[in-house]
T-cell receptor, first 116, second 111 residues
């Protein structure tokens, strides 16, 4: 079955330290992978995507993500966290089943708290 | 941010009322989606559309209905609101590389 896992419900990091939010996936074929951020009382904002090419993808607000095919992972990273990065982060992958490939499969979300 | 709009942003309504949540986008995207999300929780797909006159139910059973008469417009209707419908409703459209763009959401409270 196709799935996305975000193994950590919450990640805590000190401001200025690097942060990592983990995501693993299981789909057939080549994955289309996405990261989104959600601030309180807002919709989701698109951060970055991996379709093909360089395994290190750069996105908005200084975030980047590393695609690792052998580990089926797509972890979100930032070299130096800001308090304003505190939010809910979602990983998603395109459903590769025929007929469903215009839908995304979503992780459960990871709450990131950056402490001053 | 992407050009996708939802109204109202907040709605408090009594049980049994009929409501329509509006969603519109100016990007010309064919594919649009409605999600239901409790605060801080996962997303549940309740409806989607791949184009005009195309609508499908999503993975989570919902008592709501949708219509797609115009490309840019994808309203969601609840014929008779109940307290169990209290939630946040997010509308999205899909771009060329399968990325989804979200509206700001409608937070619905049914009393």
């Amino acid at each position: 079955a196709q799935s996305v896992a975000q193994p950590e419900d919450q990640v805590n990091v000190a401001e200025g330290n690097p942060l990592t939010v983990k995501c693993t996936y299981s789909v057939s074929g080549n994955p289309y992978l996405f990261w989104y951020v959600q601030y309180p009382n807002r919709g989701l904002q698109f951060l970055l995507k991996y379709i093909t090419g360089d395994n290190l993808v750069k996105g908005s607000y200084g975030f980047e993500a590393e695609f690792n095919k052998s580990q089926t992972s797509f972890h979100l990273k930032k070299p130096s966290a800001l308090v304003s990065d505190s939010a809910l982060y979602f990983c998603a992958v395109r459903d590769s089943n025929a007929g469903n490939n215009r839908k995304l499969i979503w992780g459960l979300g990871t709450s990131l708290a950056v402490n001053p | 941010e992407a050009d996708i709009y939802q109204t109202p942003r907040y709605l408090v309504i009594g049980t049994g009322k009929k409501i329509t949540l509006e969603c519109s986008q100016t990007m010309g995207h064919d594919k649009m989606y409605w999600y239901q999300q409790d605060p801080g929780m996962e997303l549940h797909l309740i409806h989607y559309s791949y184009g005009v006159n195309s609508t499908e139910k999503g993975d989570l059973s919902s008592e709501s209905t949708v219509s797609r008469i115009r490309t840019e417009h994808f309203p969601l209707t609840l014929e008779s609101a109940r307290p169990s419908h209290t939630s946040q409703y997010l509308c999205a459209s899909m771009g060329h590389y399968y990325e989804q763009y979200f509206g700001p959401g409608t937070r619905l409270t049914v009393t």
